[in-house]
DNA sequence: TGATAATTGTTATGGACCATATCAAATATC
DNA sequence: GATATTTGATATGGTCCATAACAATTATCA
């Protein structure tokens, strides 16, 4: 037995374990009341956040970008020249979290490292031709199928606001 | 060398890689332009879920208890009587990894598995009293330390607007 | 009824993502 | 010029997520 390590092993399985009669004898699985649960702001986050992911990946399945790579390509095409230390941190990735990322765009030749002549220990990154290609028809699906998708969905004035309470807690909490 | 699994390995690490000078020498590391990534709603959004989370975590330092595991607590203190399929299947959890987070709990006397007589394959979940205690301590600590620090930065009716577009696009997306 | 299918909890396993320590090369500092 | 720092990279381990498979039990239905 490997039980998850955060989990301290309670023991095999069912060791005195108490029998008893539940109210659903037959009865046809109804569903479990949320609670307090509608109620929590980050589980309430995080389902939104894992819908919007699943949706995003499946517009992009044509391209095969994941929301990392194409954080990655927006933020180098709109600074080209930057080593990956910056663009990693600006992200949120840690740098040798990045290195496989950058591995990937790099074997598909969407984005290249150039070493720096002013600092050799550094490598500056860009995007190539294809990259530049690809980067616009990965917007353009974003818009077309993703964000239309959610303006079905949400008021234009309530997305702007939507965007603006995430962009608080993401930077002042 | 063992490059992630995604990423097709690129050939030895620094192959034929061209040298350039960028515009920043001995500039002061300026920050990068977020560009369109700060209108991405799937960026803004997980940047947000893990500082949530994060702040969660430490509120629920004492008690130890993470999203996951308060998400079972709430649940199973709503719906008692219920099976780890049900339970499980609610929280988006799949029932492999629902049972290691089990045993944490259970072997921690917060939850308890009890065989159910109706139908002797299922496992009847409920808080025990120890379970309850804790998680009403629980509840407090959200409510003074995780959404006190919540109100702060937004206005009450956008908390509740925040949350119900959240739920929209979790539901509905 | 009895053979077969489906369900429940579980284990095993592998992939993706995240975090830390460490290294060589290059640069900065003093 | 000796020492410390930075950069990209590797190795490694943890956590979470997903699938396949299994035994025990229950449902189905011929």
């Known amino acids: 037995m490997t039980v998850s390590k955060t989990a301290e092993k309670s023991g095999d399985a ?34 939104a956040q894992l819908k919007v992911f699943e949706n995003f ?22 600074n080209p ?13 840690l740098r040798p979290n990045f290195v496989a990322l950058l591995d990937n765009l790099e074997s598909r030749d969407l984005c290249a490292r150039i070493r720096s002549t002013n600092d050799r220990r550094s490598h500056i990154l860009v995007l190539t031709d294809k990259g530049k290609a690809v980067l616009s028809r990965a917007k353009k699906l974003v818009a077309t199928k993703h964000e239309s998708r959610l303006n079905e969905l949400l008021e234009p004035a309530n997305r702007e606001a939507l965007l603006q309470m995430l962009s608080k807690i993401a930077n002042e909490f």
Do not use: W
Not at 16 to 24: E, F, H
Not at 62 to 69: C, F, G, R
Not at 81 to 93: F, H, K, P, W, Y
């Open 14 to 47: 069912a060791k005195g374990r108490k029998d008893v009669g539940d109210a659903q004898i037959h009865g046809h699985a109804e569903a479990l009341q949320l609670g307090e649960l509608s109620e929590q702001l980050g589980y309430v986050l995080k389902r």
């Open 57 to 78: 990946i499946r517009c992009m399945a044509s391209l095969q970008l994941t929301p990392a790579q194409f954080s990655v390509l927006l933020l180098v095409e709109k």
């Open 81 to 93: 020249g930057r080593n990956q230390t910056e663009v990693a941190s600006t992200l949120g990735i």
